[in-house]
């Protein structure tokens, strides 16, 4: 009985070596990118990794007034939208935290080339032109050089209802801390690319909203000019 088990097998594995092999199917590719809207662009995908460590940018951080005019490309604005605000995790949690995860902040990055508005889903941003921006955010900002002469002004503004719907009165406490954590990030990661930076806090808020065209909701909080050193 044995030794017609052991014949039966060894049959079946000769007949499995002599079976036609069975063509490879095609492994599933990524899904191409979602098409942006009309006035949108997309932006480089960002780095996430660096040859600058964390500690050296805490260390290097420094707030320099003063830059080239050599203008930031947009891999780096891109770059500096996502240190301060990109989506990192699929459930649409973003690099800096926020009380409830409600995500009260929008960015905007004042150029030559117009005015950059971040969306962290997809990574992208509207692009729209401003007429006589550079001189009446100059004027809002108290003639501060480095918001007059940067080559790019990162602009961090807050809907504040986005929050006070679930917090209330702590809102204001809340969307502010926010603020300065993805100030922060935005700083640090400047340091990275090499690039220097300066947080402002000086500045007519209705001004700013006027000079750059901005909803009457989205409240600024910082003015971060961004530039070659």
């Known amino acids: 009985m044995g030794k017609f088990i052991v014949l039966v097998l060894i049959l079946a594995c000769a007949l499995a070596a002599c079976a036609p092999l069975q063509p490879l199917q095609a492994q599933p590719t990524a899904a191409p990118p979602a098409p942006v ?54 459930s649409g949690l973003r690099t800096a935290p926020s009380a409830g995860a409600l995500y009260p902040l929008e960015l905007y990055a004042a150029t030559d080339d117009g005015l950059y508005h971040y969306l962290p889903q997809g990574h992208r941003a509207q692009l729209r032109h ?61 340091v990275a690319l090499d690039l220097a930076a300066v947080p402002v806090g000086a500045f007519y808020d209705e001004q700013v909203q006027a000079a750059l065209g901005l909803p009457a909701d989205h409240k600024p909080l910082y003015l971060i000019p961004v530039g070659h050193p």
Do not use: M
């Open 37 to 90: 809207a009309e006035g949108e662009i997309a932006l480089p995908a960002p780095r996430l990794d660096s040859d600058v460590s964390l500690e050296e940018t805490l260390q290097q951080r420094r707030s320099v007034r003063a830059y080239s005019k050599e203008p930031l490309t947009l891999e780096e604005i891109g770059q500096l939208f996502w240190a301060a605000q990109g989506v990192t995790h699929a």
């Open 130 to 190: 401003v007429e006589g921006w550079r001189a009446a955010l100059c004027r809002a900002a108290l003639s501060q050089s480095a918001v007059c002469q940067a080559p790019v002004v990162f602009v961090v503004t807050a809907v504040y209802a986005r929050t006070a719907g679930k917090y209330g009165e702590r809102a204001e406490r809340y969307v502010q801390l926010e603020a300065g954590h993805a100030a922060q990030n935005l700083l640090l990661q400047a």
